[in-house]
């Protein structure tokens, strides 16, 4: 059972506009989620993240919204670069206590072109 | 700061051999560990968390004595794929949490992956 679903494969984009990648999530349980990116033959890196206290956490070019009812969070990157081109993971997991395991989704190609 | 290599990059191997794969945190000691598997368009699953120094937890349906971990020191842990037959062919990721995390919000550092293929 996929507790955490990116539901588009892939997303096409040009130079300067929005990319907005979402992912929805099942387990109500979850309280922290976390967006990492992840380039072909390296590991994933952290992007940004939002605690379920929240429903907007921004850095710099990069936005999260957290629509808890709807079990639904987004990442906004304006302006997209040709840079932000990367496989973009969504991630979820229960804060507090020692419990570090990440639930991810199974990533959205982002393709900003020139 | 806060990188993490793996070893080999990359492995062919011979079914019914056994590979290891190293996880080193080179720029900082990592109490914990994580093993991750990724098939093809799929999503990371969690195989099993390592603490230095004692058993690896292992996620249901994980194999123990397939997927052998050690993590004998607060650098190093290792992934050894016993017995491996084509169906163990994956993309195997290492990650890792510094020594002062306290906190399951803390971030992990994730390697580049390690690509198994089992002829």
């Known amino acids: 059972d996929q507790q955490v679903k990116q539901n588009s494969p892939s997303l096409s984009v040009q130079e300067g506009r929005i990319s907005i990648l979402n992912c929805d999530y099942t387990n109500s349980m979850f309280d922290y989620f976390l967006w990492y990116k992840k380039y072909p033959a390296e590991g994933p890196t952290f992007l940004i993240s939002?605690?379920?206290?929240?429903d907007k956490n921004e850095d710099g070019r990069f936005t999260v919204f957290l629509n808890k009812s709807a079990k639904h969070l987004s990442l906004h990157i304006v302006p997209s670069q040709p840079g932000d081109s990367a496989v973009y993971f969504c991630a979820a997991s229960l804060s507090g206590g020692s419990n570090y395991k990440l639930t991810f989704g199974k990533g959205t190609l982002l393709t900003v072109n020139p | 700061g806060a990188v993490v290599s793996q070893h080999p990059s990359w492995v062919i191997c011979k079914s019914g051999t056994s590979v290891k794969i190293e996880c080193r945190s080179l720029?900082?000691?990592?109490?914990?560990m994580f093993w991750y598997r990724q098939f093809p368009k799929q999503s990371l699953m969690l195989m099993a968390t390592s603490n230095e120094g004692s058993k690896a937890t292992y996620e249901q349906g994980v194999e123990k004595d397939k997927f052998l971990i050690n993590h004998a020191s607060l650098t190093l842990s290792t992934l050894t794929v016993t017995s491996a037959h084509p169906e163990d062919s994956s993309f195997y990721i290492c990650?890792?949490?510094?020594?002062?995390?306290?906190?399951?919000?803390?971030?992990?550092?994730f390697g580049p992956g390690t690509r198994l293929t089992v002829l």
């Open positions: 939002i605690s379920s206290i929240k």
């Open positions: 990650s890792a949490i510094g020594l002062a995390s306290r906190s399951s919000t803390d971030t992990q550092y």
């Open positions: 720029d900082f000691q990592a109490t914990t």
